[in-house]
């Protein structure tokens, strides 16, 4: 089908059908190596830097390894405290997005009702509108409210507008999850005497719950990542990615790359190992079990389906 | 029953309404907020008055700040049309040639944005150094001037972009080519689908020429050097890879999917700011560069919200006229 010009080789006529056909079967595990590769660029030197040694502020270029930053992570004044806001506002937002979003999505699965429509575009819009709108109008809101504790901006307008952008993204991510599931189940249980409430928990909890646990994961790194939004909602208050870039004039300090791998190394450890428990308790198929729980589209294509 | 039907008629509504009204205050309200704002004059210390005398601010506003918007469009869609050449393939042989493999090939493609999106950026700063891990060598070896640079030009503003919003629209494509039936494509074979080359050599050059053109127009480059080079991997691409299966059943099949993945790079890719202030330079400062200076270094929120609000005024249009053509649900299902 398609290629890159990358690969494309010189070629003598005469075995432009042979290496034609040659290439076609194997150029896009090529070029899908190379494009791996690329997206890796990045983290890989990201990872690298943070082994290095420059003698002053600026980790550009490289002057030789070390072990220092790894062994002092939080050697630099104040980043102690802005990794710890990071972490309390991921935290905080996610449980409360979670919860919101969970319910808005049970009701667009389970429930036909009017608005409906005008729900699913509300829940769309915040994901299709651009981050530097989000935060600017949440400024505008704050500054014309222009009283505590809105204005000046602080720790719970962060949370305020956090909670708002994790919404869209979890409905987005249990509703995924909830199409197909079989409500015969809780039928079921009802006809066996559980009332709405153990219903609920004893039977649709435990089904939807590793929708809801990819959706808390997504929201989660959302919320840690975001700079845009939380630049113009901050105010005095500083969040890890607000340090990075108020360094990055002067030059980021290697042990803001110590924190960053540390990071991606978690996440990614979290998602694989999630993704090997969720397959292993899939793999004998039970009959009891409804096929719903196996979902075609892996958890790390939810989860980081909308990142950046 | 009356009392039972009647609550469960409302369930759906009490379970909405938290989370609804959430978004109603912190994203709805504030939209009206910032039009609203765009019509102040006045500054934070003495207050602000609204008058709708101001509308000048508009006017002011895009006058002043055209060259900002018209670089927002086209680096906008330059990253885009990146992002769509390199997802496409990248989508395709996941899809298709993925096997067992086909999940641990998308975790790859989707770890790297585990990392943070600054920290992502900053490396590319690395990366793309004048004299860095990628240049210096290749300017020592001899193969390249030592004048060469790609740090600070919209070369690497659009590549930033089109690395970190990669994502967008390499998951909706592949979502789309997912679904479809592969006796599809087996079908169209046993009916003499075979190779599509003189047809695919011609598009292939013109599409490749036309694409490079525009890209080299796009970031300063020499245009015909672009085409040129768009030209001869329209050719190759086009002539070898380019099936009549491909092109009349996974192809069609899959637009919904390039459509929903266009549109959902292009936004965050239009408002971004991040890119351009750490790999450009003032010349390729984008309209999200001045929203932002604007709110945060000048407090100047009239202006801001003006810029702001004609920014989202375009993309609810675009939005809207998605819609109206394809739904949201290709949209929301890939997101």
């Given at each position: 089908m398609s290629d890159n010009a990358r690969v494309d080789s010189p070629i003598r006529p005469s075995v432009v059908l042979r290496a034609g056909r040659y290439l076609h079967h194997n150029v896009l595990y090529v070029y899908t190596a190379f494009a791996i590769l690329y997206l890796m660029l990045p983290v890989a030197v990201m990872a690298l830097f943070s082994f290095n040694d420059p003698p002053g502020k600026s980790n550009v270029a490289w002057h030789g390894f070390t072990l220092d930053a790894w062994l002092h992570p939080f050697g630099v004044p104040g980043l102690f405290d802005v990794v710890q806001t990071s972490l309390g506002v991921a935290f905080i937002s996610t449980i409360v997005a979670t919860a919101l979003g969970t319910l808005i999505a049970l009701a667009l699965v389970r429930y036909n009702f009017r608005g409906s429509a005008t729900t699913n575009m509300l829940i769309f819009l915040p994901m299709a509108t651009p981050e530097i709108v989000l935060g600017a109008s949440l400024l505008t809101l704050f500054v014309a409210i222009g009283e505590p504790p809105f204005f000046p901006t602080n720790f719970i307008t962060i949370l305020i507008a956090h909670i708002m952008f994790n919404i869209s993204y979890v409905v987005v991510t249990v509703r995924a999850r909830l199409y197909g599931f079989d409500r015969h189940l809780e039928e079921a249980a009802m006809d066996l005497g559980a009332n709405e409430w153990i219903t609920f928990w004893k039977v649709t909890f435990p089904i939807i719950l590793p929708g809801v646990m990819a959706a808390a994961l997504l929201a989660f790194s959302l919320s840690i990542d975001d700079y845009v939004i939380t630049s113009f909602t901050a105010g005095r208050t500083s969040t890890f990615p607000i340090f990075i870039w108020g360094s990055a004039r002067v030059g980021v300090p290697v042990q803001v790359n110590v924190i960053g791998t540390a990071f991606f190394l978690i996440a990614v450890g979290f998602v694989v190992i999630t993704t090997y428990l969720q397959s292993r308790a899939n793999r004998p198929p039970r009959p009891s079990e409804p096929a719903a729980i196996k979902q075609p589209v892996p958890e790390p294509a939810l989860a980081a389906g909308s990142e950046a | 029953m009356g009392a039972r039907g009647r609550l469960m008629r409302l369930t759906p509504y009490?379970?909405?309404?938290?989370?609804?009204?959430?978004?109603i205050i912190f994203y709805v309200y504030p939209g009206i907020q910032m039009f609203i704002s765009s019509f102040w004059s006045g500054t934070l210390e003495t207050g602000f008055t609204v008058s709708l005398d101001n509308w000048t601010t508009y006017t002011d506003a895009l006058t002043r700040y055209e060259p900002q918007f018209a670089r927002s469009l086209v680096y906008g869609a330059a990253a885009t049309t990146i992002c769509f050449l390199i997802s496409y393939p990248l989508a395709y042989t996941i899809a298709f040639r993925g096997g067992r493999y086909k999940n641990v090939m998308l975790f790859l493609v989707i770890a790297p944005f585990f990392t943070s999106f600054l920290l992502r950026t900053q490396s590319w700063k690395i990366i793309l150094g004048d004299d860095g891990i990628l240049f210096g060598p290749l300017k020592d070896a001899g193969f390249l001037p030592p004048e060469f640079r790609v740090l600070a030009t919209p070369a690497a503003v659009v590549a930033g972009i089109a690395y970190n919003f990669l994502p967008f629209m390499t998951l909706p494509i592949y979502v789309s080519l997912e679904k479809i039936d592969g006796r599809l494509v087996e079908a169209a074979k046993d009916l003499y689908a075979g190779p599509w080359r003189p047809g695919g050599t011609i598009a292939g050059a013109i599409i490749g020429t036309i694409v490079g053109a525009g890209l080299g127009a796009a970031l300063s480059y020499d245009i015909l050097v672009m085409a040129i080079?768009?030209?001869?991997?329209?050719?190759?691409?086009?002539?070898?890879?380019?099936?009549?299966?491909?092109?009349?059943?996974?192809?069609?099949l899959s637009l919904p999917g390039v459509f929903a993945g266009s549109l959902l790079t292009f936004i965050p890719a239009v408002g971004d700011f991040v890119n351009a202030e750490i790999l450009g330079n003032t010349q390729t400062r984008m309209i999200g560069n001045v929203i932002q200076s604007r709110f945060l270094e000048n407090n100047d929120y009239p202006t801001a919200a003006a810029l702001s609000f004609i920014l989202m005024a375009g993309i609810?249009?675009?939005v809207a006229v998605y819609a109206k053509i394809l739904g949201t649900e290709e949209l929301t299902s890939a997101g």
């Open positions: - | 009490l379970l909405l309404a938290p989370g609804m009204l959430w978004l080079v768009g030209l001869g991997a329209g050719l190759v691409v086009g002539s070898l890879f380019v099936s009549e299966s491909f092109l009349r059943i996974v192809l069609p609810l249009a675009m």
